[in-house]
Structures are given as structure tokens and as C-alpha cells.
């Protein structure tokens, strides 16, 4: 007996199911639906899955004219969004840097960022990552000639895409609709098969049926065998059989 998850149970299961649900109809042909229409649930299913989100919360304490950082190695369509709050009264800065940004900001010769806020009690922010790459998400904070220390309040969801879930999506659509197309492909019309002729044409010894609805037949002239009327020669002893009926 076939288990029902190897391919022939599954196989068994998709005929017994479509012969239920959809009585009278070709069994293979329901087959193909039922299969297709199970590969576009995956789809859709894994379209809705293959987007996935973090959220992270972090408090931080920044000197004056210092500055703190988090890092997070992201792909390309990622995005990061979120807010961030200082709490002690003074201004900060919020930068995404790139891994050769972080490099010269971390010399002081910063010149440009991926992303910025400036000089801020509090903002929102959002940002799509547009290249692989380990991002610094920096904080700075005064001028270093006050000595006071800022506290950060960094509130950050990160939303990432499983490429491999949305091929599966495309995939699935793909064999789905050639499922489906055969599915409902017309069906080529059954040939007819004429009937055979009548029995007695063909079988010595058995009466025919004349035009007129009368039962002929003939004997062999020299064994006396009952023949049919389309022989000519004598199925026991080969003779030649004469046109004669009896």
C-alpha cells in the first residue's frame, strides 16, 4: 500500500478527493486541478511570509562631543525605520554610514552619509539599504566643551526580504499554471470505433442472415460440413466449396 506522502499516495489522494468532490469528471484532469490549485496556496503563502520584521529598543548614554554607534549587516531592499528621543535636554545627531563612511568619520573627515538627521530633540526615521554592506548607526552628541552626557532613547524595527522565499513564489506560479492549463486543455473527441460485422460472416458452420431476414447455409459436398456463407473451401477437409445453399 502506498504511504500518503510518497508521490503515488499523493498521487491516490488528489484522485480519491477530486473523484468525490467533482463526481463524473475525468479523474486525471481533476488531478491537475487540484495539484494547481495547491501550488498557488504555496504562493501565496510564501509571498506573504518572505517579508520579515525586527523590532529593537536600545538607551544609551553619549558624552559631550563623543558619539555612539550600533552596526547591522543588512542586503539590498532591507530597510530599517523607527524613532529616537534624547532625554537630557541637548541636541543630537543621527547618521547611517557605510563601512568606508564609518572609516573617515572615524578620523574626523567625514564628508558624506547614507542617511542623516541633524542636530534633533527627537525624529522619526526610515531608510532602504540599497547595497550589501555592515552599517554603523551613528549618535553624536555637543561640541565636547560642555561636559554634559545626553541619554538616547532608540527605538528601531528592521524589515528584511528572503529572496529565496519570493523564487519560490515564482516558481510555484510557474508549474501552477501549467498544471491548470492542462487542467482545462479541450480533450481531444474518443475515435469511433465501428462495430464488427455479424458473427456468421466469420465462424464456419453457423447460418447467415439474408436481405430478405431468411437463414441460409451450405454443406460440403464431399464431408458434409456445415460452412458459412463467405468460405470458400471446406474448413474440415479443404474442399472446394460449390455455390449451392441447403
Known amino acids: 500500500m502506498a504511504r500518503a506522502d510518497s508521490p503515488n499516495g499523493r498521487f491516490s489522494l488528489s484522485l480519491f478527493f477530486g473523484a468525490v468532490l467533482y463526481p463524473g469528471v475525468d479523474p486525471v484532469r481533476v488531478r491537475y486541478l487540484v495539484g494547481g490549485l495547491v501550488l498557488v496556496g504555496l504562493a501565496l503563502f510564501n509571498f506573504v511570509t518572505y517579508t520579515n ?12 562631543g563623543d558619539y555612539y554607534y550600533l552596526t547591522a549587516t543588512r542586503n539590498p531592499g532591507d530597510s530599517i525605520s ?45 531608510y ?8 554603523y548607526l551613528a549618535f553624536r552628541h555637543g561640541s565636547g566643551l560642555l561636559n554634559t552626557t545626553e541619554t ?25 499554471a ?22 456468421a460472416t466469420y465462424l464456419p458452420g453457423q447460418p447467415t442472415t439474408t436481405l430478405a431476414g431468411q437463414t441460409t447455409s451450405r454443406r460440403c459436398s ?12 471446406c474448413p474440415k477437409c479443404g474442399n472446394k466449396l460449390n455455390a449451392q445453399t441447403t
Not at 83 to 111: D, I, K, P
Not at 128 to 135: C, K, L, M, S
Not at 154 to 176: C, G, K, P, S
Not at 222 to 233: D, N
Request: aromatic residues 12%; charged residues 10%.
Open 82 to 126: 523607527g524613532t529616537f528621543q534624547e532625554g537630557s535636554g541637548s541636541l543630537v545627531s543621527f547618521l547611517v554610514l557605510s563601512s568606508a563612511q564609518y572609516a573617515s568619520f572615524q578620523t574626523g573627515t567625514l564628508l558624506t552619509s547614507m542617511y542623516s538627521v541633524e542636530n534633533v530633540a527627537s525624529a522619526a526615521i526610515s
Open 178 to 199: 501549467v498544471e491548470l492549463v492542462v487542467a482545462f486543455r479541450p480533450r481531444k473527441a474518443s475515435p469511433v470505433i465501428p462495430s464488427p460485422p455479424p458473427i
Open 152 to 176: 538616547v532613547n532608540f527605538q528601531r524595527t528592521y524589515t528584511t526580504h528572503d529572496n529565496f522565499r519570493l523564487e519560490l513564489v515564482l516558481l510555484f506560479l510557474a508549474i501552477a
Open 128 to 135: 532602504a539599504f540599497t547595497t550589501q554592506d555592515t552599517y
Open 222 to 233: 464431399l464431408c458434409g460440413q456445415v460452412v458459412g456463407e463467405q468460405l470458400s473451401f
Open 53 to 64: 520584521a525586527i523590532s529593537q529598543q536600545s538607551t544609551f548614554n553619549i558624552l559631550s
